[in-house]
């Protein structure tokens, strides 16, 4: 084994903070090649498809990369944008709002890199973008506000096993969730708010969740009970009496049971309690995406107006309003509190001066730098 080393590591280095901050992946391009690539990386992770592998394997090679690819592709080509996938777009933008934020927060040299579980830039590049900068403790964001072990364990999951690789292993922390954070629940009631006052009011505000297998639940996952919670904490700061309000989980992927009520039926059943006019937010997505640009905004409104309905409206993610810059900034902030670089009697040049001192005394040893 060879591991990833630092043969020009300069002794007396001034250290960095290092941030990763990653989303799901996307593929990368609109086409059945690149969707292939993609979702064999990704619907082999066994945190996301815990079928064991022999049954797995088949099915996917054997039947769905065979179909899903081309359905897929085309669906991504309806809202792909003239710099790529909306999602990676979003997040690269999210990065370096965020990183601004907080270079003015922290007291000493920080570095903010971005990555995606899947597909490109990998987890791989990201850390590598952070040691190359002289990060020395690690600070890992993804972007999921509920945690689930099919996005945030598999995170954690691909960045330990990238850091297994590295010779000189750095201090590292993960932001496992923040589903009930004050600053994120105030940035998705003010984005609510915001539309209302833009657009008008539905009857009803539906919030839809991307699910995950029903079994993931029985077996333990917080997931469905985050989602419920930043929903309620929403609805609560909007003052919205319970029957004005309801949740719903998209996206279900197989023919196993995901979390319900499922999206789809859930609107096109609406019409015909009544309900003539929705609103839509879906607050685990941290930037618009597939799921919600395709799915919600085109797919679901087009099947709300053909069940009878007469107003649909799609809230857009959080993506990279100021408050959701400030809400991520923030977490990071207090995430990375007790590191010296988040320390207020952290001082760049007395880092700097000691860094000479150890260089010279290192030179002077007879070390090559
Ligand atoms: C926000 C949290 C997400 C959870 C939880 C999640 C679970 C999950 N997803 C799949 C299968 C697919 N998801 C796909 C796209 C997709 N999923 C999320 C987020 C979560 N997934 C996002 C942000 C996206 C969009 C990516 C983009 O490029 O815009 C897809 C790919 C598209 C398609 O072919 O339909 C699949 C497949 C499973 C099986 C799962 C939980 C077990
Ligand atoms: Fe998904
Ligand atoms: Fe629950």
């Known amino acids: 084994m060879t591991y990833i080393g630092e043969p020009n590591y300069r002794h007396g280095s001034l250290h960095s903070l290092g941030v ?7 593929p990368d391009a609109p086409t059945p090649q690149a969707l292939r690539r993609y979702l064999k990386e990704f619907l082999w992770d066994s945190r996301v498809v815990e079928v064991p592998r022999p049954v797995w394997w088949l ?24 710099d790529g996938s909306p999602l990676l777009t979003i997040t690269k933008a999210q ?5 601004r934020r907080i270079a003015e927060r922290l007291y000493g040299p920080v570095k903010v890199a971005v990555a995606m579980r899947y597909g490109n830039p990998s987890i791989r590049s990201g850390l590598e973008e952070l040691r190359r900068a002289g990060a020395r403790r690690i600070l890992v964001l993804p972007l999921y506000p509920q945690y689930a072990a099919s996005t945030t364990g598999s995170t954690f999951d691909a960045v330990t096993r990238a850091l297994s690789e590295w010779r000189w292993v750095p201090e590292t922390r993960f932001v496992m969730g923040y589903h009930d954070d004050d600053a994120y629940i105030d940035a998705v009631a003010a984005s609510i708010r915001e539309h209302w006052a833009t657009h008008g009011r539905g009857e009803r505000l539906l919030f839809s969740f991307h699910g995950i297998p029903r079994d993931y639940l029985d077996q333990g996952d917080p997931y469905h009970c985050y989602c419920q919670t930043t929903a309620r904490l929403v609805a609560e700061r909007l003052e919205l009496p319970e029957d004005r309000w309801l949740v719903s989980f998209q996206s279900r992927f197989g023919k196993a049971q995901w979390l319900t009520p499922y999206t789809l039926e859930t609107i096109v059943g609406l019409p015909g309690q009544g309900v003539k006019s929705l609103d839509v937010v879906c607050p685990g997505f941290s930037a618009d995406c597939l799921e919600t640009l395709e799915e919600i905004a085109d797919e679901s409104r087009e099947a709300f107006i053909e069940a009878g309905g007469e107003r649909f409206s799609y ?23 007790g590191w010296p670089e988040a320390d207020e009697n952290y001082d760049r040049e007395a880092q700097r001066e000691a860094g000479e001192l150890i260089r010279a005394r290192a030179l002077a040893m007879g070390a090559k730098n």
């Open 20 to 26: 990763l901050i990653t989303n799901l992946g996307t």
């Open 95 to 99: 990065g370096q709002a965020v990183g």
């Open 315 to 337: 809230i857009p993610s959080l993506n990279t309003r100021q408050d959701h810059t400030d809400a991520l900034a923030d977490l990071i902030c207090r995430h990375v509190q």
């Open 59 to 82: 099915l996917l090679n054997g039947l769905i990369l065979n179909t899903r690819p081309r359905q897929s592709a085309a669906k991504y080509a309806r809202i792909w944008g003239k």
